[in-house]
């Protein structure tokens, strides 16, 4: 069961150009493409005759001629020719998703079309922002449900065990977790208070000396991972104190979007308050955080095949707090959905 009643990135909108490419989404096989004035067009991946996938067909002037018998579709899924026969024959239409352009992502609306509401896609502060620097982010699949990787975004702790080169560091394995519920999402947060930076951060930090380090990892619905990493100086920081001039934010914005229940496509991209035309910097932190998510992509792999052959009882622990408020906050929104209500 999945939210459909909002948006999810289906791919990096330089990579959707004028030639068809199909691309997969709770299970529902879709064909995207540019037309020639720059929307992006997405249709169910099935011609309405045979069910041939229209991404097997050809694109000519913006319109999709399927590759068996040449029923041809415009950009919002409307026959308008049937070669073999005299008439556009009724029912010939293809379901078309709602796509918006934004933040480099195209945006995809699972729901109905009418319900699409731009205003819903999320917000990023500061991403125009001339003084904040952005890395070109990534994409990788991973055979496992979209859920287990939510869940790891919003467990803190795994950094310890997982991220031993990069954001593991003293105080991780043990310091307590505070955990916010929202009726958007979750945010499971802690402070570690005069630390050594972990590896990742140490060489990006504009201050020498120990940390005043917060880990604030926030999921929103349906599958959006906001992970930020706070760095002060040590005696700087702490819950309720102002950012000061010293203080290094990074966000890692990470967007979940299930191709079905047992894969998921994972894209993603980091956000830092400094160093904003530094290419260098960008490209060793996207280095980075691909060697990272390797390390989860290993972990969340065999968690699904684990979970889904356990022989014996698993069990959660008070770190799963804030990843079970949110698969509980999911189940609710889901159960209260239009699109839930209209099925
Ligand atoms: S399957 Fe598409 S026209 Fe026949
Ligand atoms: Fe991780």
């Not at 930076?197 to 930090?205: F, T």
């Not at 005043?212 to 819950?239: M, W």
Request: glycine share 8%; hydrophobic share 40%.
């Amino acid at each position: 069961m999945y939210l459909r009643d909002c948006w999810y990135v289906a791919g990096w909108t330089h990579e959707i150009t004028q030639q068809l490419k199909p691309v997969r989404i709770m299970g529902e096989d879709i064909v995207m493409y540019r037309t020639s004035s720059g929307e992006i067009a997405a249709l169910e991946d099935a011609c309405p005759h045979r069910k041939l996938p229209l991404s097997k067909g050809t694109l000519k002037d913006d319109r999709i001629i399927c590759g068996y018998h040449g029923l041809t579709f415009d950009h919002r899924g409307a026959c308008v020719a049937a070669p073999t026969q005299g008439r556009i024959p009724t029912g010939a239409v293809v379901k078309r998703y709602p796509v918006k352009d934004r933040y480099g992502f195209a945006w995809i609306w699972m729901g109905a079309p009418d319900q699409a509401d731009e205003s819903l896609i999320i917000d990023i502060p500061d991403y125009d922002n001339p003084t904040w620097g952005r890395t070109k982010g990534g994409d990788m699949t991973i055979a496992c449900n979209y859920l287990y990787i939510v869940d790891n975004l919003l467990d803190p702790s795994h950094v310890a065990w997982v991220h031993l080169t990069s954001f593991a560091g003293a105080k991780t394995d043990d310091t307590p977790l505070s955990i916010d519920v929202n009726e958007n999402g979750v945010v499971v947060w802690r402070w570690m208070m005069d630390t050594e930076a972990p590896p990742y951060y140490a060489k990006l930090l504009k201050f020498a000396g120990n940390v005043d380090r917060k880990q604030h990892y926030e999921c929103v619905l349906p599958s959006i991972g906001i992970n930020k990493s706070i760095f002060a100086p040590a005696g700087t920081g702490g819950p309720g104190k102002p950012l000061n001039e010293k203080t290094y934010v990074n966000i890692s914005y990470n967007f979940m979007t299930p191709i079905d229940e047992n894969n998921s496509h994972y894209f993603w991209f980091q956000h830092r308050n400094t160093d904003p035309n530094d290419e260098a910097i960008s490209e060793k932190m996207n280095a980075g955080a691909r060697t990272a998510f390797i390390e989860d992509r290993d972990v969340l792999i065999a968690v699904h095949e684990g979970m889904a052959n356990k022989k014996t009882p698993s069990l959660d622990l008070a770190l799963d707090a804030g990843a079970l408020r949110f698969r509980k906050l999911l189940n609710a929104r889901i159960a209260a959905s239009a699109s839930e209500q209209a099925a």
